[in-house]
């Protein structure tokens, strides 16, 4: 890899993995069009003469500038979210997931990219067997995951264009946890709830399964697939493990060493009982073994999160009412 570019930059993963590619001497082009969450999101490479943030929207702005020269592009932008997905927002996920995907596609052709790797989701799996197989049926339980798949199938259509010299690794990623974690998801509000004391929202009764993934496993995952030897591939890349959310209650509140107070609410539409990833084709193809558990990763977490400004776990601490993706 010489030049890349990074969607999402600014996001959790997303800049995670920027950091990842400058440490390993990799040319960054960030994009995003948001300001990163955190403050020590991307604010240490910001004088590396390796990382370029960019500014730009992609369901609206040229994107020929930046995706040239870029021999690899890490396809991260989305709107995320399960249950925010109902409803009358569909329409933006649609935009950013489908159409966005589809415009940096473009953009990709022209520029005659080699590989794209798509950070793609188990939601897409639905409520099918744990678990699960990249070649397994997919049945996605909410409109979020439809538009994961629909923006999958859509990298896998340009790469099998005849007159595209593109090709692409899709990485299913398994619910992505640690430092940084997006503020709507579950740790980060297991943990913000066992130190203020505001009870966490559960929906459901707890034992819904998730295969939780620390971030660097995730970051190491990605980086490899932008090196392996594929046309098009699909990869599922998760923690390893099948953990209940009551499981990781104990656990978040061993780790701040507090009770975790809950009120517990009905499960939401979209929530599936159940997600775990067969990683035999990652540990082939990619060579990937997660290597942080969930001990280990949510300490952490919890660490990163006693490190934040006191006025950002305010504003994270008014919005302490959902829970457990
Ligand atoms: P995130 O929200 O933290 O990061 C996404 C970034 O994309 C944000 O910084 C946002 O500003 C940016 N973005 C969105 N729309 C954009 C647009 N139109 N133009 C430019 N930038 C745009 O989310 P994340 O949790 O880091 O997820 C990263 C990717 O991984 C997403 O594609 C998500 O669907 C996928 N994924 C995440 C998880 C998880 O557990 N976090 C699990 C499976 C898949």
């Not at 995952?221 to 990869?235: L, P, R």
């Not at 656990?251 to 990833?277: K, M, N, Y």
Request: hydrophobic share 40%; glycine share 10%; net charge negative.
């Amino acid at each position: 890899m010489k030049r890349v570019l990074v969607t999402g930059a600014s996001g959790f993963i997303g800049s995670h993995l920027v950091s990842a590619l400058v440490s390993d001497g990799v040319q960054v082009v960030g994009l995003d069009y948001a300001p990163p969450r955190f403050e020590d999101t991307v604010g240490e490479l910001m004088g590396s003469p390796l990382f370029m943030p960019v500014h730009l929207d992609l369901t609206s702005d040229s994107l020929d500038a930046v995706v040239a020269g870029c021999d690899t592009v890490f396809h991260l932008a989305a709107k995320p979210g399960v249950r925010g997905s109902w409803g009358d927002d569909f329409g933006n996920y649609v935009t950013a997931n489908v159409l966005g995907t589809h415009r940096l596609l473009e953009a990709c052709w022209r520029a005659r990219t080699s590989r794209v790797v798509y950070a793609s989701s188990s939601s897409v799996y639905g409520a099918v067997r744990a678990p699960s197989g990249e070649d397994d049926d997919c049945r996605p339980m909410s409109p979020y995951g439809v538009t994961k798949l629909a923006g999958e199938q859509l990298c896998l259509a340009y790469a099998r264009r005849h007159d595209n010299p593109l090709s692409v690794v899709a990485l299913r990623y398994f619910t992505v946890y640690g430092p940084r974690q997006r503020p709507d998801m579950a740790f980060g509000r297991l943990l913000l709830a066992a130190y203020t004391g505001l009870p966490l929202t559960l929906y459901g009764d707890g034992t819904q399964r998730r295969d939780f993934t620390y971030v660097s496993d995730v970051v190491a995952a990605t980086m490899a697939a932008a090196k392996i030897d594929a046309q098009e591939e699909i990869i599922n890349v998760g923690g390893g493990a099948s953990v209940s959310m009551i499981e990781a209650i104990d656990i978040a509140s061993e780790v701040a060493g507090r009770p975790v107070p809950l009120t517990a609410v009905a499960a939401q539409p979209g929530d599936v009982p159940a997600t775990r990833a067969d990683l035999s084709l990652a540990r082939e193809l990619l060579g990937y073994q997660p290597a942080v558990d969930i001990r280990e990763g949510l300490a952490r977490q919890a660490e990163w999160l006693r490190g934040l400004p006191a006025e950002l776990v305010s504003t994270f601490t008014t919005e302490l009412s959902g829970s457990a993706r």
